[in-house]
């Protein structure tokens, strides 16, 4: 059936180093592409998505990758700061659809 | 900003009991959206609602119902609470093509 996946379950940086968190998804139909961050205690909270008609997007210190050769989707945080601890989510839509599939998520650890 | 309001963070119900979790959106949004969050199981569609009095199960919807009588609001009913329904309840709502917008979530335990 449809999957969001992600290739890594936890990703450990250090503070002021580059992240990449992973993901891959099944659904050739999909168009369109979010990465969540959530912070304990809270929902998730959107930070950037991408639709199929691109490949690279960028926002402040995140940029998201779209490859959809080999259905792979990346979100790249620079100078990765402490308030980034948290779990990204992948999610992912087609057009005029309803719903969204959403990966299990990678907790991010950064170390002072 | 979009926001979305759970009327609960917490709740401690009793099995058997009658559960409503009720969520409030602000934006105008047609569709909204109840998961439930389960470590290692990630997000998981309940129901979801594309308009007033409308609603759609969704990949797992046993054991509850919902309630859409108004646009901005979008209740959760457990019928009869179970402790394998003790979990993280999340509420979103969005306009299609557009993120959804989730809640804080209201962590439910079914004693």
């Known amino acids: 059936g449809e999957s969001v996946g992600l290739h890594l379950p936890t990703l450990s940086v250090q503070e002021g180093d580059n992240s990449i968190i992973n993901c891959a998804y099944s659904?050739?139909?999909?168009?369109?592409f979010i990465w969540y961050k959530q912070e304990s205690g809270k929902g998730p909270q959107f930070i950037i998505d991408?639709?199929?008609?691109?490949d690279k997007r960028q926002g402040q210190r995140v940029t998201v990758l779209l490859n959809k050769t080999v259905k792979h989707l990346s979100l790249q945080i620079a100078a990765t700061q402490p308030g980034d601890s948290a779990v990204y989510f992948c999610?992912?839509?087609?057009?005029?659809?309803?719903?969204?599939?959403f990966g299990a998520g990678t907790r991010l650890f950064v170390k002072a | 900003d979009v926001k979305v309001t759970q009327s609960s963070r917490y709740l401690v119900k009793r099995t058997g009991e009658k559960v409503f979790l009720e969520c409030v959106q602000d934006?105008?949004?047609?569709?909204m959206f109840w998961y439930r969050q389960d470590p290692g199981l990630g997000l998981r569609l309940i129901y979801f609602?594309?308009?007033?009095?409308?609603?759609e199960k969704g990949d797992i919807p046993e054991g509850y119902s919902v309630s859409r009588e108004k646009k901005e609001r979008f209740s959760l009913i457990l019928e009869s609470a179970s402790t394998n329904q003790t979990s993280m309840y999340l509420c979103?709502?969005?306009?299609?093509?557009?993120?959804?917008?989730f809640g804080d979530g209201t962590r439910l335990s079914i004693l």
């Open positions: 991408i639709r199929s008609n691109m």
């Open positions: 979103a709502s969005y306009q299609v093509n557009q993120p959804q917008h």
């Open positions: 609602s594309y308009d007033v009095k409308m609603k």
């Open positions: 934006m105008d949004h047609e569709n």
């Open positions: 659904n050739s139909a999909s168009d369109y």
């Open positions: 999610a992912e839509s087609h057009t005029g659809g309803f719903k969204t599939i």
